[in-house]
RNA sequence: GGCGCCGUACCCAAGUGGUAAGGGAGAGGUCUGCAAAACCUUUAUUCGGCGGUUCGAAUCCGCCCGGCGCCUCCA
């Protein structure tokens, strides 16, 4: 089967045809760097850097764009409240630009220990005053959009369409939307592509309706199309986007060009705590900063993929623990088996394709073809684990073609296309050029030969010890083995 | 009030017309000095409830119950 993917435009599973043949533009929206990040982050880029991942793997060039946004986002009332980052500079009393770096910084950290590959550009806001200056001046040359005392506003009624992504008709919207009597704007569901800078605001730039700076919405679609043109295959987001947001940058963007914008939405789900929406505003959200003094990255990348993107997933510490467990099984098999293929290697390189592997990886593929189902591909990288194990445990020698297919299926399904292989699996490693790896191994030495004499008091305690410096000690058939926990 | 989503075992979670994946936890067994790891067996006659369509439904339709999201910033 083709790759299908869910497109929120049409509610449907559709086939993947992109706009030009073996290309795929992706947008994603970035996050407003005010904060750290926190799980829900996670969700939405660890689901992105999968997909994307995938579509690398089926040999597309890909230009990934994600934006930064460091202006422009208000708190509370659309248009009416205060810039995100401007707050927040002023609670710290530095430069808002020394915020939106600061948690820019933090954001890529968090994702870069999570796996997660980085986009191709990452347009900053500020960096592209001048092209959402453009575009706000050519919706207003179209009649898209009116000024008002400095602010300049985009007419939902001029745009016929508004409300085709997020399925909404903008009459009955009037009526659960609270109608600021002093609000400048024509109706209610108007929004805002510059906004004047009262005094005092910082982050304020000259344009020709005086001084002020960018609404949100108008980022996106100005960088969007900046990097991959008027057109591009696919957009994405967090669900929580598509209205208004993404909605927003439908009706400029197709306003401002007079073409269709996106081929396919994609919005991830969300993230809950105790059945209920994590967010900043809320107060209940986990940073990954936080989350990673518990789990290792690698092991919430895992949890989050073990759930489909569309899917909320509820964020527990039992859950996740869960996930730590099933996830360093699978990560032991991976090692032991690189571990035999390394200390035993086969007289001959093998290139035999194994059937069994073949089509462990053909499920594989086509779960993933079936709108990223990841959570459905990690069930057969479990099949393929517990077959590597049956073949460890019984003659090496001869699964060794069988082995080498393996290994080579881990490769690509868990490391390349998921993403969940640690870049060091070597059995034994530890930091370079340490005298760890030595000692351990003359105290395993000394234990082992107080096994031979049965003393086992003092053979536990050496596997104690070492246990509590967090080197777990396994003794197989065929010795004992160690490793890092 | 409007729009939409979800309810699958003790927990997490796939499956969306052909007779219930996977992970965790639990139970029994093999191996082992023990432990760990691994393997084998086992754990939902059933998918919130009630009707309907169908040869056949967890999957489609209707109603009801429960939970959540968006409609205001949010990934």
Redesign the pocket.
């Known amino acids: 089967m083709p790759l299908h993917v869910y497109n929120t435009l049409s509610?449907a599973k559709e086939e993947f045809k992109p706009l030009q043949p073996g290309r795929v533009g992706i947008y994603v929206?970035?996050?407003?760097v005010y904060?750290h990040p926190?799980?829900?982050?996670a969700?939405?880029?660890v689901s992105f850097d999968a997909i994307i991942r995938y579509f690398r793997y089926l040999e597309y060039k890909v230009l990934y764009v994600q934006n930064i946004?460091d202006v422009g986002?208000?708190?509370?009332?659309?248009?009416e409240?205060e810039d995100?980052i401007e707050q927040r500079s002023k609670i710290d009393k530095v430069h808002p630009m020394q915020i939106a770096e600061e948690y820019t910084q933090s954001y890529f950290e968090d994702m870069d220990a999570m796996g997660v590959l980085r986009a191709d550009i990452y347009p900053r806001a500020t960096g592209h005053i001048i092209e959402q200056i453009q575009m706000v001046e050519e919706l207003l040359r179209n009649g898209f959009a009116y000024e008002v005392d400095g602010s300049v506003y985009f007419d939902v009624r001029k745009f016929g369409e508004y409300g085709k992504l997020?399925?909404?008709?903008l009459d009955?919207?009037v009526?659960?939307?609270?109608v600021d009597k002093r609000s400048d704007k024509r109706h209610?569901?108007d929004?805002a592509l510059w906004k004047k800078a009262e005094p005092g605001h910082i982050m304020r730039w000259i344009s020709p309706w005086g001084e002020g700076y960018p609404g949100?919405h108008i980022e996106c679609s100005a960088m969007s199309m900046k990097y991959l043109g008027q057109q591009f295959d696919i957009h994405g987001?967090?669900?929580?986007?598509?209205?208004?947001?993404h909605e927003c940058e439908i009706a400029q963007s197709e306003c401002a060009t007079g073409k269709p914008f996106v081929k396919y939405w994609l919005h991830?789900?969300?993230?809950?705590v105790n059945?209920?929406?994590?967010?900043?505003?809320?107060g209940n959200?986990i940073t990954l900063k936080d989350a990673f003094k518990k789990y290792d990255p690698l092991v919430l990348r895992f949890?989050i993929l073990?759930?489909?993107y569309?899917?909320?997933?509820?964020y527990?510490d039992?859950?996740v623990?869960?996930?730590q467990?099933?996830?360093?099984?699978l990560i032991?098999?991976v090692r032991?088996l690189r571990d035999e293929l390394t200390t035993h290697p086969p007289a001959e390189r093998n290139t035999d394709v194994s059937s069994a592997v073949n089509s462990l990886k053909a499920k594989f593929l086509s779960?993933m073809n079936?709108?990223f189902?990841t959570?459905?591909a990690?069930?057969v990288?479990?099949?393929g684990?517990?077959e590597v194990?049956?073949l460890?445990?019984g003659d090496v020698k001869k699964a060794f073609p069988e082995l080498n297919a393996f290994d080579a299926f881990f490769d690509n399904c868990a490391g390349e296309i998921l993403g969940i292989l640690p870049d060091k699996l070597d059995a034994q490693a530890l930091e370079g050029g340490s005298l760890e790896p030595t000692l351990v191994e003359l105290l395993l030495r000394v234990r082992d030969a107080a096994?031979t004499e049965?003393a086992?008091?003092l053979?536990?305690k050496i596997?104690d010890g070492l246990s509590q410096l967090g080197i777990?000690?396994?003794?197989?058939?065929d010795g004992t083995r160690w490793r890092k926990s």
């Open positions: 509610r929206c970035g996050p407003t904060g926190h799980i829900g982050h969700k939405s880029y946004t986002h208000l708190t509370d009332d659309a248009d409240g995100k997020s399925g909404r008709v009955e919207m009526a659960g939307t609270r209610p569901a929004f949100w987001g967090g669900m929580d986007n598509q209205f208004p947001h991830n789900n969300l993230v809950t059945g209920h929406k994590m967010g900043k505003s809320l959200f949890f073990q759930s489909h569309r899917s909320t997933l509820d527990s039992q859950a623990q869960g996930a467990t099933g996830y360093e099984k032991n098999t032991n779960a079936d709108d189902n959570p459905q990690i069930a990288l479990f099949d684990v517990k194990n049956q460890l445990g096994r049965k086992f008091a053979s536990d596997r777990i000690v396994e003794d197989r058939k």
